[in-house]
């Protein structure tokens, strides 16, 4: 079973609005190399996202500040859970910064239909570390950390929950392709 890290805490934002912020850390069984070739690939997401049906560049050049990708999936709000009888939900994602070097990248939604007005990510991809501080070769940690404004019908704990439950779907995803490509 994978273990997780999760904070959430309240901040205020410049304008002194509430903004909901967290960080979910997931381990992953798969080297430090392939977790960030796979993740950075800004408009590969889909490959790594159970949820999507869609992510394509849609505005910019790939992988450079100012790219901005359209995502698309199925809610999985239909009785079964299988995403079938959903609505479409999207969202237009731009690419903030990418640094290869800190193996980190941030975007923010720019529109959609999710309501998720201010949501701000940073994914980050380190070596994991062994509990003497030295690098677990083979293994890497995924950290997405979030902020948006509140959203009208969810409670905070409840909307962290779902991402959380996203973020390890992800990693899980992420690691299998990972581990395919070895």
């Not at 910064?97 to 201010?118: Q, T």
């Not at 009208?152 to 392709?177: G, I």
Request: net charge negative; proline share 3%; with cysteine.
């Amino acid at each position: 079973m994978m273990s997780l890290f999760f904070s959430n805490f309240w901040q205020r934002d410049m304008q002194g609005t509430s903004k909901w912020k967290g960080s979910v850390t997931v381990p992953v069984a798969a080297a430090v190399e392939c977790v960030w070739e796979i993740a950075s690939d800004f408009c590969g997401l889909r490959r790594w996202s159970p949820l999507l049906s869609v992510c394509e560049k849609v505005e910019g050049t790939e992988q450079t500040p100012g790219c901005v990708r359209y995502c698309a999936g199925k809610s999985s709000g239909d009785e079964n859970g299988s995403g079938t009888g959903g609505e479409v939900m999207w969202v237009k994602e731009k690419l903030i910064c990418m640094d290869s070097k800190e193996r980190r990248y941030s975007y923010a939604v720019i529109d959609g239909n999710m309501g998720l007005h201010g949501y701000e990510v940073t994914v980050q991809v380190m070596p994991a570390s062994s509990g003497a501080g030295e690098e677990d070769f083979g293994q890497s940690v995924i950290t997405w950390s979030f902020q948006l404004h509140p959203l009208d019908n969810y409670r905070e704990d409840d909307f962290k929950d779902y991402l959380r439950s996203v973020f390890v779907d992800m990693a899980k995803t992420l690691q299998e392709v990972c581990l395919a490509a070895s």
